[in-house]
């Protein structure tokens, strides 16, 4: 084994060390060898087929010159680590990457990549690791970007701690068994795409400023649990939507001023399987979850819904049934509940039934969205209340709505919200809380045990 080092200083605006050619260094250093790289600035394009450990300890610069990959990876067990990356090509058609992987058990950490087309690209690379790298995109229409990280055909991956900002999409297809925990992903399309891709697990991820936060589709066996989606308001606008999904496990999210905070189209697809969506906190958002009339076999419970323009849509006509918004006695917090709890169990002793006149129209003609908040609005829901004839059927009926909000196990940290974004959303839902609870019965914070399953701070 050759252990390449050079101990000179060398600035990093200045051209590589003396001496040392990288490519060179790659050639001749035997399969499994340590290459340590030293500070400087190394362009051109490299190619490491063989078993090999490449560190660079003062972030060294590789500079593909704008012309294609910068690094490819052509052999299994190879580790990446340390360094500055840069300059790709613009090519979509060659999918020009900071970093291209095609084979197995390949280590991606505490790089930096900035002017990258595509940042990190693993295919036919399963079991490889992706870790605490900060990737950004070329300064281009979104349409021209290339994904910040893309996964193809590689199972059992796990991508962890990384930032991401500028690409399109962070993409994982045709990939089972991927583990994303703590990435920050901002001003995206996607900040995450998902089809063909089961047995995955999504945590603490971080997804704001996106077109979309995630949009999950064409799998099976997801877990997401404790992301936070904040202000992903393009088009569609959904915190996460769920296209053809079965077998999702969705808990202790939180959704804040989306478009839509979770939108369900299709899923669950299979007619054995039977959703639950419990302890989410749907915040501030236009509209908290949206159903197209023909999804079916969910169940939401334990959830707060707090001051959504609009807390639950139906997008479309037909006849939404086979939902529940309740289990086992236990619905959801409502901000516009108007019942009460004279036995003081916590739970309303009256149905939550959401029967709004002007919600169903804008349901089924969103342009009236225009007339929000206005005079018409406001003569519409008084004709509905004066005149019981004009009263459309309830969208949906909670039986058992909670009096007090569940706040759920959203841990806000590396990877999550910065600071100010983290301080306004916790006194907003605090202060909400607050104001609606004034007059109810007491209510007391306790603090639960941090473990995947148990919420970490919640409402007793």
């Not at 690791?129 to 990737?135: A, E, L, Q, S, T």
């Not at 808990?251 to 299709?266: A, K, M, P, S, T």
């Not at 501030?284 to 959504?308: M, Q, W």
């Not at 306004?424 to 202060?431: E, I, K, N, P, R």
């Amino acid at each position: 084994m050759v252990l390449w080092t050079i101990a000179v200083s060398v600035s990093a605006s200045r051209p590589a060390a003396a001496g040392f050619d990288l490519a060179a260094a790659i050639e001749a250093t035997d399969a499994g060898g340590v290459i340590e790289v030293p500070v400087g600035i190394y362009r051109g394009q490299f190619v490491i087929n063989k078993p090999l450990t490449l560190i660079g300890p003062e972030r060294p610069i590789l500079d593909g010159g704008g012309d294609g990959d910068v690094i490819k990876v052509t052999a299994p067990d190879v580790t990446i680590r340390g360094f500055l990356i840069r300059n790709t090509g613009i090519s979509l058609d060659r999918e020009n990457a900071g970093i291209t992987v095609l084979a197995p058990r390949v280590v991606i950490e505490d790089n930096v990549l900035r002017d990258v087309l595509f940042g990190i690209y693993l295919k036919g690379a399963e079991s490889s690791v992706i870790r605490g790298n900060d990737i950004g995109g070329k300064n281009l229409p979104v349409q021209r970007r290339g994904d910040g990280i893309r996964i193809w055909q590689s199972h059992e991956t796990v991508i962890e701690d990384n930032v991401v900002t500028d690409s399109r999409d962070a993409v994982i297809w045709f990939s089972d068994g991927v583990e994303l925990r703590r990435n920050r992903i901002t001003n995206g399309r996607y900040g995450l795409h998902f089809m063909y891709s089961d047995g995955n697990v999504l945590e603490e991820n971080h997804l704001e400023g996106n077109s979309v936060g995630a949009f999950l589709m064409y799998s099976k066996n997801l877990t997401l649990r404790r992301n936070v989606c904040i202000g992903n308001r393009g088009p569609s606008g959904y915190g996460v939507g769920l296209k053809d999904m079965d077998n999702t496990v969705a808990e202790d999210n939180l959704f804040v001023g989306n478009r839509i905070g979770l939108q369900f189209d299709n899923s669950p697809s299979s007619m054995r399987v039977h959703d639950v969506y419990r302890r989410n906190v749907f915040a501030y958002n236009d509209i908290g979850v949206a159903f197209l009339p023909s999804v079916k076999r969910n169940s939401l419970t334990d959830n707060t819904f707090l001051e959504n323009i609009e807390q639950v849509a139906i997008l479309g006509r037909g006849d939404f049934r086979g939902n529940h918004f309740a289990v086992d006695d236990r619905g959801n917090f409502w901000s516009d509940y108007r019942g009460y709890d004279l036995d003081g169990d916590g739970i309303g002793d009256i149905p939550h039934k959401a029967w709004s006149l002007f919600e169903n129209l804008i349901d089924r003609e969103p342009k009236l969205r225009l007339f929000l908040y206005s005079p018409s609005q406001q003569a519409i829901e008084m004709a509905s209340r004066a005149f019981p004839i004009v009263r459309p059927e309830a969208k949906f009926t909670d039986t058992a709505p909670l009096m007090q909000p569940v706040l759920g196990a959203v841990e806000l940290r590396r990877g999550g919200a910065p600071w100010p974004i983290a301080a306004t959303a916790a006194v907003m839902l605090g202060a909400s809380a607050v104001v609606l609870l004034i007059g109810a019965r007491p209510f007391q914070i306790t603090e639960r045990a941090a473990s995947p399953d148990a919420a970490i701070g919640g409402v007793e």
